[in-house]
């Protein structure tokens, strides 16, 4: 019982957390939205016993990326974060439409079963268990990852960088 | 609670961020929009590694990781961009950036 | 090589030494604890402060001999205007530097504590919003007639009149005088002993003079010489 | 939901809402008292309750001042600036204090009366429980840079600024210092880690413990913006920062925030490197433990309390420089040097040991004192001489100088 | 989007692809936390450093010179107290020489001598409370200035058990001094000036190596050597600068030639916020080697001469200076034969200091601003006059 109170809370505030984080006109608002979007999965994902996932999700989404879309709001726009030109693209309406085809065409396959049997086997939370897998199997996966956030670490920052011209020898700070 | 309650959220979120995609101009809220359907799909995961067969194996857990840590390096990337896109254009518009478009 | 972070440790042993130090040594306190005291018990004059159990003897905030706020005008008697210094030459209010004194004088004479006629001011008006304590007043004065209070406790809600200090407010006894700045005051009636036997020995020599040419007018010189202040002489 | 479920979360958080932010308005005081008595000053020692009219008060030196103090911070007026982001300057206060609040639930403080509610409301006893810490931790990010947006102000801007670069630096070697502890334990579970130092056998009686703790603490510092480290609110550069147009109760809040997260932060390295709640006569009295953990967790705080009596503080660059060049290698040096250390030592007994025990203690079990006065020095010695040369390196160029008299 | 232009040498802002990053304009002052009284710097900031700069005084703009034009020659002292508040007794006695030389005042000799105890003691409460503010600014929450303000307060307390008051001492007069210390004082001072080395001791131990405080201030807010003499900085900031010019030595005014002391003063390789700084503190102590001297060769004697109160000096010009804490304090005065001087212009060093506020503080981050301009030293009061 308490689990669905759990679950439609969450939901609710997850699909208005995205709604304002992709409608609001002013980009700061629109970040926190999103991030209050994230909080909300991440208590979906405890729910749904991954404990370890809910905390990285806040770690990294949260933490990083939410951070990094702040940073990079007040890079770009002005400090008040309000972008006060027309908001929407030319083709908006044809985008609304394919979205909402598209979630007609992913409702359909979730209907045609409706009525599912509740799940009787939970599964066993523990990290420990997670981390022995990432060791075992799937440890060349980790470090491709790891090999791919430090690219990702080099293209960001030369890609950003090149406001300045590299120091010269000795010049004071 | 079953997988279904779990995959419609995820396909409603998922078309929210589709719509964002879509219908705004602004970069940063386009890459707004990406993380959300990437957050819908990794909700799927998790929610079938939930109800599925065999939870023991992780794999949900372990495939979830992974798309957060490939988002995490997505986002850092597509930020760049959208910075040096700014510096060029002065805009983060995407009409903008009509560049390489034909007349 | 100094030790690493060996700078801070130092410090933090210097601030150690003081918090200990604190509870132990009273001299390293800077401020007193009168916390105890029920808020009628408040000093009035800068010489009320400390020296009871529990409050730092060597607090040197007490009354000095030099110790000045706003001045105050003296009386050498029990009634204050039969006796009063001043007699309204104005020089102070010419000389005070942000100009707050306010004088008129009195259009016909009286008799001072010396039983002479003299003049004596009919308004004597310190604005002590505007004094600066600067003692100048008191300084170019010829007759020691103005000197500084110590009372600090002046704070009224009234704003202009409060702090208008009329010629009544400003009388003091030469008693209470010695009250507060007692070797300041020894030594001003000192002089004023000595000045005086000095003007009489020299007046006794004048006339004495004055006598082999002209008797009458040689007291008319005396009495002039009297009446006119020595800082016009200097001024000249 | 059941009347029984409801009692039970009660009793697990209302005791929590409760002590620490009683344990808050003890540490003002006894911050105010400290600091005062470092400068040689004796600090409120007025407020209390009179007695008659004319003197004699039970002030017990003061400790009425922090309820005066928020008698006085919820009567004052609440400013928000003109053009402030008026939702988000009221939620920036209550952001910052919602994570504090919350991480005090990953603490293992074995409060006597949640030993007999049901498992389900101790889920807070996560088992990736220090993993979470950090995680919501890093909320507190949020909630500066929201305060410093939304005042629309030049210095609270700087200082939300400064505040994000900070705290997502000093994230990284708070973190790395805290994996020394996961491998040793081989668990993120909090109560586990805790357990696994009963006795004497903390964290911080190993070298690379001792290490990781120092680097630990100075990371906490940058974390809760504790002098050094106190660049978002300094007040002599950007008048205070973040909360410059914060004004009563919401004030107070963030003030409040910053102390629970004080607590929190000292919390986890009690747990982590301080034995958790271990101390003489726990086997005795369980409930003791609690006494131990507040007990450090002041230690703690107390240390916080002298480094801001004593030192001022760094330049921002030094500041981002000090995380990335000093204590970041340090604590990945660290972290080899523990692990190697554990290789060495165990040679071919990794294989045989019990996945269930902390890994270092059964290899440390029995080994000759020799080897282990050897692993000391040998582990502090590289750590000092890496620790100087990251100094050597970073310090800024400065020439010689030499003062000279002129008769 | 406002662009930078005028930056300084050493900090260069390429500009690439069109790009310049916005500017913060941020107005520190005129009520701000760390800057020293009523005083304004107009900051340009890129991120956190500072690409100009541009001080705005005048807050506190009093007449000083005007209103000493239509007073008599007197009624100014106690005006002085007002210039730099911390320091009335050497602006007393800058203006009393100033005075003296116009209209030729001889000094008692244990006026002297009380006059240079008392101008000493004001060297050390300024500089003990510099050092405590400028501790306070690089963001130490009080506890050096505390300290700082214990000893100021030994001292203040003979200020004021000698002259009635603790700041605006308004203790000097054309001749000599308003009245003599009273009894026992001497002893007193003796005992201040005893325990301060003591103090000294510990502050130094405190601070000055102390690794924060180093890497604040080395090497932050270069003055050069040319720049100092080019742009007149005078006082421990230019002897910080390499020069070594201390205007107790080059005039020798009143009894300064009696006593043994030497001027600390650096090579001049850097001339940072940490050399202004440890130049004050080695000046305390020649402070005490002199303070020494002077209180054990004071004589008796009166304090005052046979000056007149109220004078009209021949028409004359005269420039009076003495070496202020905070350097060369000068009065210059032109007589008409009037009670009242013609011409009364004050040549205050915070001011003339404070003219390379900018050149110092460009290329640097904001918090180094602040430091710089607390070991510039000024004071609002002698500043706007």
């Known amino acids: 019982m308490s689990e669905q109170i759990a679950f439609w809370i969450l939901s609710a505030i997850a699909v208005l957390g995205a709604l304002v984080a992709v409608r609001k006109r002013n980009l700061i608002h629109g970040v926190f939205a999103l991030m209050i979007f994230f909080a909300a999965l991440s208590g979906l994902f405890l729910l749904l016993l991954a404990e370890f996932i809910a905390a990285v999700q806040i770690l990294v989404y949260i933490g990083a990326v939410g951070i990094l879309l702040l940073f990079a709001i007040m890079l770009t726009e002005r400090v008040a974060g309000d972008d006060g030109r027309r908001m929407t693209s030319r083709g908006w309406f044809w985008g609304l439409v394919v979205a909402a085809a598209v979630f007609v065409v992913l409702l359909l396959p979730a209907i045609q079963q409706w009525p599912t049997p509740e799940v009787t086997q939970a599964p066993d939370p523990s990290v420990e268990e997670l981390g022995h897998k990432l060791m075992n199997p799937y440890v060349m996966t980790l470090e491709v990852l790891a090999l791919l956030l430090t690219a990702a670490l080099i293209g960001a920052v030369t890609a950003a960088q090149g406001m300045r011209k590299p120091k010269e020898e000795g010049s004071p700070e | ?103 | 090589m100094s030790l690493l972070g060996g700078g801070i440790f130092k410090g933090m042993a210097v601030t150690l030494r003081n918090f200990v130090g604190s509870y132990f040594y009273k001299d390293r306190l800077t401020t007193n604890d009168y916390s105890w005291r029920p808020s009628d018990k408040l000093p009035q004059h800068a010489g009320e402060y400390p020296k009871e159990e529990g409050e730092q003897l060597r607090d040197t905030t007490t009354v000095t001999n030099y110790s000045r706020n706003f001045p105050m005008l003296l009386h050498d008697g029990s009634e204050p205007m039969d006796t009063i210094r001043c007699v309204a030459c104005q020089i102070c209010e010419r000389e005070c530097p942000p100009q707050c004194i306010y004088i008129e004088k009195s259009t016909e004479k009286k008799e001072n504590a010396g039983g002479k006629p003299q003049f004596y001011p009919a308004k004597f008006d310190i604005d002590v919003s505007v004094c600066m304590s600067c003692q100048i007043c008191v300084e170019v004065c010829p007759f020691d007639a103005i000197v500084m209070n110590s009372q600090f406790e002046l704070s009224t809600p009234d704003r202009f009149g409060g702090l208008l200090l009329r010629r009544d407010d400003l009388l003091k006894s030469n008693d209470y005088y010695h009250n507060i700045h007692p070797e300041e005051a020894a030594a001003r009636d000192k002089r004023i002993a000595e000045e005086k036997a000095a003007k009489e020995a020299k007046k006794k020599a004048a006339a004495e003079a004055a006598r082999k040419k002209a008797e009458e007018k040689a007291k008319a010189d005396a009495e002039a010489s009297e009446g006119t202040p020595d800082i016009q002489e200097d001024a000249e | 939901m059941s009347l029984e479920l409801i009692r039970d979360i009660l009793v697990a958080t209302v005791p929590l809402l409760l002590i620490f932010p009683t344990l808050f308005a003890f540490t003002t005081w006894l911050e105010r008292k400290a600091l005062a008595r470092i400068q040689n000053r004796i600090g409120p020692n007025k407020v209390g309750v009179p007695l008659t009219r004319y003197g004699g008060r039970f002030s017990l030196f003061g400790l009425g001042q922090p309820m005066a103090d928020g008698i006085k911070m919820l009567f004052k007026e609440n400013i928000v600036p003109r053009d402030a982001d008026r939702l988000f300057h009221l939620l920036a206060p209550i952001l910052a204090l919602i994570p504090a609040m919350l991480v005090l639930c990953f603490l293992p403080i074995d409060f006597p009366w949640i030993n007999n509610i049901q498992d389900s409301v101790k889920a807070f006893m996560l088992d990736g429980a220090v993993i979470f810490f950090f995680a919501i931790t890093g909320l507190n990010t949020l909630a500066v840079f929201m305060a410093g947006w939304a005042s629309r102000n030049k210095y609270s801007l700087l200082g939300g600024m400064r505040a994000i670069a900070q705290m997502v630096s000093y994230e990284i070697p708070l973190v790395l210092s805290a994996v020394i502890v996961v491998m040793m334990v081989g668990s993120l579970n909090a109560a586990e880690i805790a357990n696994a130092q009963a006795g004497w056998n903390w964290f911080i009686f190993t070298p690379w413990g001792l290490a990781a703790f120092i680097i630990f603490f100075i990371a906490a510092l940058a974390e809760t913006n504790r002098s050094p480290f106190d660049l978002p609110e300094a007040e002599s550069e950007i008048i205070a920062g973040y909360f410059t147009e914060y004004s009563g109760f919401k004030f107070a809040l963030f003030f409040l925030g910053e102390y629970i997260a004080m607590f929190a932060i000292s919390g986890l390295a009690v747990t982590l490197f301080l034995g958790g709640g271990a101390g003489p006569g726990v086997a005795a009295l369980p409930w003791l433990s609690v006494i131990w953990f507040l007990v450090k967790i002041f230690a703690l705080i107390a240390v916080m309390i002298w480094l801001r009596g004593t030192l001022p503080r760094l330049r921002v660059d030094q500041l981002m420089g000090f995380a990335w060049k000093f204590l970041l290698p340090l604590s990945i040096l660290n972290i080899f040097i523990a692990g190697s250390a554990l290789h060495l030592l165990a040679g071919g007994r990794l294989a045989g040991l019990d996945e269930k025990q902390p890994i270092l203690r059964q290899l440390m079990e029995g080994a000759n004192p020799l080897v282990v006065a050897g692993l000391w020095i040998g582990a502090l010695l590289i750590l000092y001489v890496a620790a100087n040369g990251l100094n050597q390196l970073s310090r800024a160029k400065v020439r010689p100088r030499e003062y000279k008299y002129a008769e | 989007m406002s662009s930078a232009t005028a930056i300084a040498p050493n900090y260069e802002l390429i500009q690439q692809d069109g790009l310049e990053t916005s500017l913060l304009e941020v107005s520190m002052g005129p009520h701000h936390p760390s800057t020293h009284g009523v005083f304004r710097m107009d900051v340009k900031l890129d991120g956190e450093t500072v690409v100009d700069l541009q001080p705005v005084f005048g807050y506190l703009h009093r007449n000083h010179e005007k209103l000493a034009e239509n007073m008599s020659y007197l009624g100014s002292m106690p005006f002085t107290d007002r210039l730099d508040y911390f320091n009335s007794m050497t602006n007393n006695w800058a203006y009393a020489l100033a005075a003296e030389k116009l209209v030729e005042i001889e000094v008692p000799e244990r006026a002297d001598y009380l006059r240079v105890i008392m101008a000493e003691l004001t060297r050390l409460v300024n500089h003990v409370s510099l050092v405590g503010f400028f501790i306070n600014d690089l963001g130490a929450l009080g506890t050096p200035l505390l300290y700082a303000f214990r000893e100021r307060e030994k001292i203040l307390d003979l200020f004021e058990q000698a002259s009635g008051a603790r700041m605006m001492c308004n203790y000097f007069r054309f001749g000599g001094l308003r009245n003599d210390v009273p009894e026992g004082w001497l002893d007193r001072a003796r005992d201040v000036v005893d325990h301060f080395p003591v103090f000294l001791d510990e502050y130094e131990q405190l601070l000055c190596e102390n690794e924060i405080i180093l890497s604040r201030t080395q090497g932050v807010g270069c003055l050069s050597r040319d720049l100092a003499i080019s742009a007149g900085i005078t006082g421990p900031m230019l002897r910080a600068s390499g020069v070594n010019y201390d205007i107790r030595k080059v005039d020798k005014y009143s009894i300064y030639d009696r006593f043994q002391f030497r001027v600390p003063y650096t090579d001049g390789n850097v001339g940072d916020c940490y050399d202004r700084f440890m130049v004050r503190m080695l000046e305390m102590r020649e402070s005490i080697r002199i303070l020494k001297q002077a209180l054990d060769g004071i004589g008796d004697g009166p304090v005052l001469g046979n000056a007149p109160k109220v004078f009209k000096p021949k028409p004359a010009e005269v420039y009076g200076r003495v070496e202020a804490p905070k350097g060369e304090l000068g009065f210059y005065l032109i007589a008409d034969g009037t009670p009242k001087p013609y011409r009364y212009r004050v040549r205050p060093p915070s001011l003339i200091n404070l003219t390379v506020l900018r050149d110092m503080c460009l290329g640097q981050k904001v918090a180094d601003a602040v430091i710089i301009l607390g070991s510039i030293d000024i004071v609002l009061g002698e500043v706007d006059r």
């Open chain 2, 1 to 103: 609670m079953t997988l279904h309650h779990y995959l419609i959220l995820a396909a409603l979120l998922f078309c929210i961020g589709l719509m964002g995609a879509f219908t705004r101009r602004n970069a940063i809220v386009v890459l707004f929009s990406v993380e959300i359907m990437l957050n819908a799909a990794n909700l799927n995961l998790i929610a079938f590694w939930r109800y599925g067969d065999n939870p023991a194996l992780q794999h949900g857990p372990l495939f979830t990781l992974f798309a957060i840590a490939v988002a995490a390096a997505e986002v850092a990337v597509g930020l760049a961009l959208v910075i040096a896109v700014y510096r060029h254009f002065r805009s983060v518009d995407l009409e903008v950036m009509d560049t390489l478009k034909e007349e």
